[in-house]
T-cell receptor
Framework: DVKVTQSSRYLVKRTGEKVFLECVQD?????MFWYRQDPGLGLRLIYF???????EKGDIPEGYSVSREKKERFSLILESASTNQTSMYLC????????????FGQGTRLTVV | AQSVTQLDSQVPVFEEAPVELRCNYS??????LFWYVQYPNQGLQLLLK??????LVKGINGFEAEFNKSQTSFHLRKPSVHISDTAEYFC??????????????FGSGTRLSIRP
């Protein structure tokens, strides 16, 4: 079974803090993604990575950065958390071929106070 | 670029009734299509996918979807729903083949609520 593991299910952080969300996959997938999920807006892509140290901006990258130093790990960084970044964050991985679906972690619900 | 429109944000149905969740997509090239389900406080799980071939695709939990190229639609159906089908459902599209940008684009979701 493919496993995508996000380090936290729930996080509460203060405004201005630097926040790290970690994601690890065990299937040697080339592609990894960070999505943000808000009611009525579906999943919006923040960043994705198609190889180690490679990244591309998604639709809503502002206020976020990412790091991929190893193939299995993809980190999302909130440089200075703000209340409008309170949301559900979902990590996913997918093999390069594009013939299969993406596999998702269980999500991290982040609250910024 | 691809986009996905889910026409209904909420669909209430009675238990054992049939249901259809609508999805339309926009793309200038052929695409792969997916339906995912999200149960409360969980990540997304694949229900079914269309890559090529038969336009009627069967998935898990008794769901099926039909790809209609002329209407650019990929509607999800189940002939008889159960309380346990209460969840949010997402339609998604992806370009085929090798690509450094093999990202999946999601619709805004449809919340299915089942009434006893």
């Amino acid at each position: 079974d493919v496993k995508v593991t996000q380090s936290s299910r729930y996080l509460v952080k203060r405004t201005g803090e630097k926040v790290f969300l970690e994601c690890v996959q065990d299937m040697d997938h080339e592609n990894m993604f960070w999505y943000r999920q808000d009611p009525g807006l579906g999943l919006r892509l923040i960043y994705f990575s198609y190889d180690v140290k490679m990244k591309e901006k998604g639709d809503i990258p502002e206020g976020y950065s990412v790091s991929r130093e190893k193939k299995e790990r993809f980190s999302l960084i909130l440089e200075s958390a703000s209340t409008n970044q309170t949301s559900m964050y979902l990590c996913a991985s997918r093999p390069q071929t594009g013939h299969t679906e993406a596999f998702f972690g269980q999500g991290t619900r982040l609250t910024v106070v | 670029a691809q986009s996905v429109t889910q026409l209904d944000s909420q669909v209430p149905v009675f238990e054992e009734a049939p249901v259809e969740l609508r999805c339309n997509y926009s793309s200038s090239v052929s695409v792969y299509l997916f339906w995912y389900v999200q149960y409360p406080n969980q990540g997304l799980q694949l229900l079914l996918k269309y890559l090529s071939g038969s336009t009627l695709v069967k998935g898990i939990n008794g769901f099926e979807a039909e790809f209609n190229k002329s209407q650019t639609s990929f509607h999800l159906r189940k002939p008889s729903v159960h309380i346990s089908d209460t969840a949010e459902y997402f339609c998604a599209v992806s370009p085929p083949g090798y690509s450094s940008a093999s990202k999946i684009i999601f619709g805004s979701g449809t919340r299915l609520s089942i009434r006893p």
